[in-house]
């Protein structure tokens, strides 16, 4: 496989696995690319590696921007913006984490809190109580856990879990 083989792939492959952590897979593509490329990219490169419209790089770029994941420089004498991407993995990986905590768990752990004022002594008011309290723990759980993963080091990180994995 030469490199534009294995460079389509990581792009194709990065598509693929950006669905599963919360975005679409034209945006996990854009950031691939960038994460290949050496330079900044424009949004017209953009366009032109990936076969995508201009609104669609635009607003999938500015989505990577949202996320902490791609950001925007300017250089001397150019009017045209560039772009690209965090190269650091793991600072790639916490900001993932980032992101999707702050998008998915902490609006659920809003909404717990307000499911856990419902009050009603019927059957199925306790069942419902007892299913909301049970949630509400594993939630916070993981948002703990979350809690302690973006506080720690890379190094920090794969001692513990090496230690997990001899257990």
Do not use: C
Not at 15 to 40: D, F, K, V
Not at 88 to 93: E, G, L, N, Q
């Amino acid at each position: 496989m030469n490199l534009q083989e294995g460079q389509q792939k990581f792009i194709e492959t990065w598509g693929t696995l950006g669905s599963n952590w919360g975005i679409n897979r034209t945006m996990a593509q854009i950031h691939a690319l960038l994460l290949i490329s050496p330079e900044a990219k424009t949004a017209d490169e953009i366009m032109e590696a990936l076969h995508i419209s201009r609104g669609n790089t635009n607003m999938n770029v500015r989505a990577l921007m949202d996320w902490g994941l791609v950001f925007k420089t300017l250089k001397t004498g150019e009017r045209k913006e560039y772009f690209y991407a965090e190269k650091d993995m793991w600072k790639v990986a916490m900001q993932v984490i980032k992101e999707r905590r702050r998008r998915e768990l902490e609006p659920l752990l809003g909404t717990m809190s307000s499911l856990k004022a419902v009050q009603d002594e019927s059957a199925e008011g306790k069942q419902f109580a007892s299913t909301v309290q049970d949630l509400d723990q594993v939630i916070a759980k993981a948002d703990n856990t979350l809690e302690l993963l973006l506080k720690a080091d890379e190094n920090w990180f794969i001692n513990n879990f090496l230690k997990l994995l001899k257990r």
